[in-house]
C-alpha cells in the first residue's frame, strides 16, 4: 500500500517560496499511469488543486497558480516537490500530496497534510 507524506517549514514570510517535498513509500513515482499531485485547504475554504506531476514527470498547473507553481521531482529519493514563489498570508493553508490513477480520476491516496503558515 502506497503511503505519502509531506514535509517542510510550517512558517513562511510573505513575498519569499513555500517549499514542501512529499516522500512516497510503497510504489514509486514513475510507475505508469500515476499523477501525484499538490492540493491545499485555507482556513474555512475548500480544497484547491495547485498541480501534478505525472509518472512521466510531466507537469501541468491551476492556471489560478500556474506563474508562481513548480513541481518537481527526485526519482532516486521517491520524492516530488512543490514550490510556490511570492506567497502572501492568502496562501496559508493546509498542504497535501495525493496520488490519481490519471488526471481526472478521484485521488486514491492522500498524506496527512501539513499547516504551512504566511506570515512575517
Do not use: M
Not at 70 to 78: F, G, H, L, P, Q
Not at 82 to 95: F, G, I, N, R
Request: with cysteine.
Amino acid at each position: 500500500q502506497v503511503q505519502l507524506q509531506e514535509s517542510g517549514p510550517g512558517l513562511v514570510k510573505p513575498s519569499q517560496t513555500l517549499s514542501l517535498t512529499c516522500t512516497v513509500s510503497g510504489g514509486s513515482i514513475t510507475t505508469s499511469y500515476y499523477y501525484w499531485s499538490w492540493i491545499h485547504q485555507p482556513p474555512g475554504k475548500g480544497l484547491e488543486w495547485i498541480g501534478y506531476i505525472a509518472y512521466s514527470g510531466n507537469t501541468y498547473y491551476s492556471p489560478a497558480l500556474n506563474s508562481r507553481t513548480s513541481i518537481s521531482r527526485a526519482t532516486s529519493k521517491n520524492q516530488f516537490t512543490l514550490q510556490l514563489s511570492s506567497v502572501t498570508p492568502e496562501d496559508t493553508a493546509v498542504y497535501y500530496c495525493t496520488r490519481a490513477p490519471s488526471p481526472s480520476s478521484p485521488f486514491d491516496s492522500w498524506g496527512q497534510g501539513t499547516q504551512v503558515t504566511v506570515s512575517s
